[in-house]
Protein backbone atom coordinates (compact mmCIF):
# COMPACT_ATOMS: atom_id res chain seq x y z
CA UNK A 1 0.00 0.00 0.00
CA UNK A 2 1.34 3.34 -1.31
CA UNK A 3 2.05 6.15 1.77
CA UNK A 4 -0.22 9.03 0.82
CA UNK A 5 1.28 12.23 0.24
CA UNK A 6 1.73 14.92 3.60
CA UNK A 7 -1.10 16.88 1.76
CA UNK A 8 -3.71 14.02 1.49
CA UNK A 9 -2.80 13.00 5.23
CA UNK A 10 -3.68 16.81 6.62
CA UNK A 11 -6.58 16.68 4.54
CA UNK A 12 -7.77 13.68 5.60
CA UNK A 13 -7.08 14.48 9.33
CA UNK A 14 -8.14 17.85 9.39
CA UNK A 15 -11.43 17.77 6.87
CA UNK A 16 -11.99 15.10 4.91
CA UNK A 17 -11.61 11.98 7.75
CA UNK A 18 -12.37 14.11 10.49
CA UNK A 19 -12.47 11.79 13.57
CA UNK A 20 -15.51 13.59 15.46
CA UNK A 21 -17.25 14.73 12.21
CA UNK A 22 -16.78 11.96 9.74
CA UNK A 23 -15.66 8.60 11.31
CA UNK A 24 -17.93 10.15 14.79
CA UNK A 25 -15.11 8.20 17.12
CA UNK A 26 -14.74 9.76 20.48
CA UNK A 27 -17.98 11.81 21.23
CA UNK A 28 -18.25 11.03 24.76
CA UNK A 29 -15.79 12.72 25.87
CA UNK A 30 -16.55 15.46 23.12
CA UNK A 31 -19.68 15.43 24.36
CA UNK A 32 -19.47 15.60 27.90
CA UNK A 33 -16.66 18.43 28.13
CA UNK A 34 -16.94 20.86 25.98
CA UNK A 35 -19.08 23.25 27.86
CA UNK A 36 -16.32 25.90 27.85
CA UNK A 37 -13.38 26.53 25.39
CA UNK A 38 -10.69 25.73 28.19
CA UNK A 39 -12.02 22.08 28.55
CA UNK A 40 -12.03 21.75 25.22
CA UNK A 41 -8.61 23.02 24.43
CA UNK A 42 -7.27 21.11 27.81
CA UNK A 43 -8.79 17.54 26.47
CA UNK A 44 -7.72 18.35 22.94
CA UNK A 45 -3.81 19.18 23.60
CA UNK A 46 -3.90 15.74 25.48
CA UNK A 47 -5.70 14.25 22.77
CA UNK A 48 -3.37 15.07 20.03
CA UNK A 49 -0.08 14.71 22.09
CA UNK A 50 -1.20 10.77 22.60
CA UNK A 51 -2.00 10.09 19.21
CA UNK A 52 0.59 11.67 18.12
CA UNK A 53 3.18 9.91 20.56
CA UNK A 54 1.22 6.62 20.18
CA UNK A 55 1.79 6.73 16.48
CA UNK A 56 5.13 7.51 16.80
CA UNK A 57 6.04 4.41 18.84
CA UNK A 58 3.64 1.98 16.75
CA UNK A 59 5.15 2.91 13.42
CA UNK A 60 8.80 2.63 15.15
CA UNK A 61 7.94 -0.56 16.42
CA UNK A 62 5.74 -2.04 13.74
CA UNK A 63 8.59 -4.47 12.32
CA UNK A 64 8.86 -5.82 15.73
CA UNK A 65 5.12 -6.50 16.52
CA UNK A 66 4.15 -9.44 15.56
CA UNK A 67 0.33 -9.74 14.01
CA UNK A 68 -1.29 -11.98 16.80
CA UNK A 69 0.19 -9.13 19.34
CA UNK A 70 -0.37 -5.94 17.73
CA UNK A 71 -3.52 -5.03 19.25
CA UNK A 72 -2.94 -5.31 22.40
CA UNK A 73 0.23 -4.22 22.07
CA UNK A 74 -0.87 -0.83 20.71
CA UNK A 75 -3.27 -0.55 23.37
CA UNK A 76 -0.37 -0.88 26.33
CA UNK A 77 1.84 1.83 23.50
CA UNK A 78 -1.89 4.44 24.12
CA UNK A 79 -1.98 3.70 28.06
CA UNK A 80 1.89 4.36 28.62
CA UNK A 81 1.36 8.13 26.84
CA UNK A 82 -1.86 8.25 28.48
CA UNK A 83 -0.44 8.09 31.84
CA UNK A 84 2.41 10.42 31.47
CA UNK A 85 0.02 12.87 29.79
CA UNK A 86 -2.24 12.41 33.30
CA UNK A 87 0.51 13.00 35.79
CA UNK A 88 1.87 16.45 33.26
CA UNK A 89 -1.56 17.14 34.02
CA UNK A 90 -1.83 16.63 37.74
CA UNK A 91 1.71 18.68 38.25
CA UNK A 92 1.13 21.75 36.00
CA UNK A 93 -3.00 22.26 35.30
CA UNK A 94 -4.27 20.66 38.41
CA UNK A 95 -7.23 22.40 38.51
CA UNK A 96 -8.07 21.62 35.12
CA UNK A 97 -7.20 17.76 35.55
CA UNK A 98 -9.77 17.71 38.57
CA UNK A 99 -12.50 19.67 36.14
CA UNK A 100 -11.95 16.80 33.14
CA UNK A 101 -11.89 14.19 35.39
CA UNK A 102 -12.39 10.86 34.52
CA UNK A 103 -11.92 12.11 30.74
CA UNK A 104 -8.52 12.33 30.62
CA UNK A 105 -7.40 8.14 31.75
CA UNK A 106 -10.27 7.44 29.06
CA UNK A 107 -8.30 8.92 26.11
CA UNK A 108 -7.42 5.22 26.16
CA UNK A 109 -10.67 3.90 25.06
CA UNK A 110 -10.64 6.45 22.41
CA UNK A 111 -11.69 4.29 18.82
CA UNK A 112 -10.04 7.35 17.19
CA UNK A 113 -6.52 6.93 18.88
CA UNK A 114 -6.82 2.82 18.83
CA UNK A 115 -7.71 3.00 14.89
CA UNK A 116 -5.13 5.37 13.89
CA UNK A 117 -2.64 2.99 15.40
CA UNK A 118 -3.54 -0.10 13.84
CA UNK A 119 -5.04 1.20 10.16
CA UNK A 120 -1.76 3.74 9.85
CA UNK A 121 0.95 3.85 11.89
CA UNK A 122 1.41 -0.42 12.15
CA UNK A 123 1.90 0.08 8.07
CA UNK A 124 3.38 3.10 7.08
CA UNK A 125 7.00 4.99 7.94
CA UNK A 126 7.27 7.02 11.38
CA UNK A 127 7.29 10.50 9.29
CA UNK A 128 3.90 10.32 7.78
CA UNK A 129 2.40 8.41 10.83
CA UNK A 130 3.60 10.99 13.48
CA UNK A 131 2.15 13.66 11.16
CA UNK A 132 -1.24 11.71 10.40
CA UNK A 133 -1.56 11.22 14.63
CA UNK A 134 -1.24 15.52 14.46
CA UNK A 135 -3.65 15.98 12.27
CA UNK A 136 -6.21 13.89 13.48
CA UNK A 137 -5.38 14.98 16.88
CA UNK A 138 -5.64 18.67 15.24
CA UNK A 139 -8.82 17.79 13.32
CA UNK A 140 -10.39 16.32 16.84
CA UNK A 141 -9.40 19.41 18.65
CA UNK A 142 -10.76 21.96 16.32
CA UNK A 143 -14.54 20.44 16.73
CA UNK A 144 -13.68 20.23 20.38
CA UNK A 145 -13.20 24.22 20.68
CA UNK A 146 -15.68 24.98 18.09
CA UNK A 147 -18.65 23.38 20.23
CA UNK A 148 -16.83 24.67 23.36
CA UNK A 149 -16.64 28.24 22.06
CA UNK A 150 -20.62 27.77 20.77
CA UNK A 151 -21.59 26.23 23.95
CA UNK A 152 -19.95 28.54 26.49
CA UNK A 153 -20.96 31.63 23.81
CA UNK A 154 -24.92 30.63 24.24
CA UNK A 155 -24.88 29.83 27.52
CA UNK A 156 -22.79 31.60 29.56
CA UNK A 157 -22.55 34.91 27.10
CA UNK A 158 -18.73 34.40 27.49
CA UNK A 159 -16.12 33.61 25.62
CA UNK A 160 -12.67 32.27 27.44
CA UNK A 161 -13.44 32.44 30.47
CA UNK A 162 -11.63 30.35 33.34
CA UNK A 163 -8.68 30.34 30.80
CA UNK A 164 -6.44 30.17 34.28
CA UNK A 165 -7.02 26.66 34.91
CA UNK A 166 -4.74 25.76 31.77
CA UNK A 167 -2.31 29.04 31.41
CA UNK A 168 -2.44 30.57 34.91
CA UNK A 169 -3.22 33.46 36.51
CA UNK A 170 -2.22 35.48 33.87
CA UNK A 171 -4.98 34.35 31.87
CA UNK A 172 -7.84 35.23 34.91
CA UNK A 173 -9.26 38.05 33.33
CA UNK A 174 -8.93 36.74 29.41
CA UNK A 175 -13.25 36.38 29.19
CA UNK A 176 -15.10 38.05 27.03
CA UNK A 177 -18.66 39.34 27.97
CA UNK A 178 -19.64 38.43 24.26
CA UNK A 179 -23.48 39.33 25.06
CA UNK A 180 -23.12 41.33 27.46
CA UNK A 181 -22.77 41.88 30.81
CA UNK A 182 -26.54 41.22 31.56
CA UNK A 183 -27.13 38.13 29.83
CA UNK A 184 -28.64 35.74 32.12
CA UNK A 185 -27.54 32.03 30.57
CA UNK A 186 -28.88 29.62 28.37
CA UNK A 187 -28.99 26.42 30.78
CA UNK A 188 -29.26 23.84 27.85
CA UNK A 189 -26.66 25.15 25.92
CA UNK A 190 -23.91 23.91 28.57
CA UNK A 191 -26.33 20.67 29.40
CA UNK A 192 -25.39 17.15 27.41
CA UNK A 193 -28.63 17.98 25.19
CA UNK A 194 -26.90 21.05 23.86
CA UNK A 195 -23.93 19.40 22.94
CA UNK A 196 -25.44 17.06 20.76
CA UNK A 197 -27.36 19.97 19.02
CA UNK A 198 -24.00 21.88 18.17
CA UNK A 199 -22.41 18.55 17.40
CA UNK A 200 -25.30 17.34 15.10
CA UNK A 201 -25.03 21.17 13.20
CA UNK A 202 -21.84 20.99 12.97
CA UNK A 203 -21.61 17.76 11.00
CA UNK A 204 -24.71 18.82 9.27
CA UNK A 205 -23.07 21.62 7.91
CA UNK A 206 -19.67 19.93 6.69
CA UNK A 207 -22.31 17.48 4.93
CA UNK A 208 -23.57 20.49 3.00
CA UNK A 209 -20.25 22.22 2.35
CA UNK A 210 -19.00 19.20 0.76
CA UNK A 211 -22.21 18.11 -1.35
CA UNK A 212 -21.98 21.90 -2.60
CA UNK A 213 -18.32 21.20 -3.66
CA UNK A 214 -19.40 18.20 -5.02
CA UNK A 215 -21.87 19.56 -6.74
CA UNK A 216 -19.67 21.98 -8.35
CA UNK A 217 -16.70 19.74 -9.08
CA UNK A 218 -19.44 17.79 -11.37
CA UNK A 219 -20.93 20.74 -12.85
CA UNK A 220 -17.49 22.18 -14.26
CA UNK A 221 -16.77 18.22 -15.11
CA UNK A 222 -19.48 18.37 -17.28
CA UNK A 223 -18.75 21.18 -18.71
CA UNK A 224 -15.53 20.61 -20.13
CA UNK A 225 -16.31 17.45 -21.10
CA UNK A 226 -19.52 18.75 -22.85
CA UNK A 227 -16.90 21.72 -24.57
CA UNK A 228 -15.83 20.35 -28.28
CA UNK A 229 -13.33 22.13 -30.38
CA UNK A 230 -14.20 23.07 -33.77
CA UNK A 231 -12.02 23.51 -36.47
CA UNK A 232 -12.74 25.35 -39.56
CA UNK A 233 -11.48 25.98 -42.79
CA UNK A 234 -11.75 27.85 -45.72
CA UNK A 235 -13.31 31.71 -46.16
CA UNK A 236 -17.01 32.33 -44.69
CA UNK A 237 -18.82 33.71 -47.60
Excluded at 63 to 88: G, K, W, Y
Excluded at 205 to 216: G, M, P, Q, T
Amino acid sequence: MATPSYSEITHNGLWKNNPALVQLLGLCPLLAVTGSVVNAIGLGLATTAVLACSNLAVSLLRHQMPETVRLPASVMIIATFVTCAELLMKAFTYELYLVLGIFIPLIVTNCAILGRADAFASKNPVLPSLLDGLMMGAGFSAVLIVIGAIREIIGRGTLFSDMDLLLGPAAADWALPVLGQDYSGFLVAVLPPGAFLVAGLLIAAKNAIDANAEKRRKALATVVTGSKRVRTTGKIQ
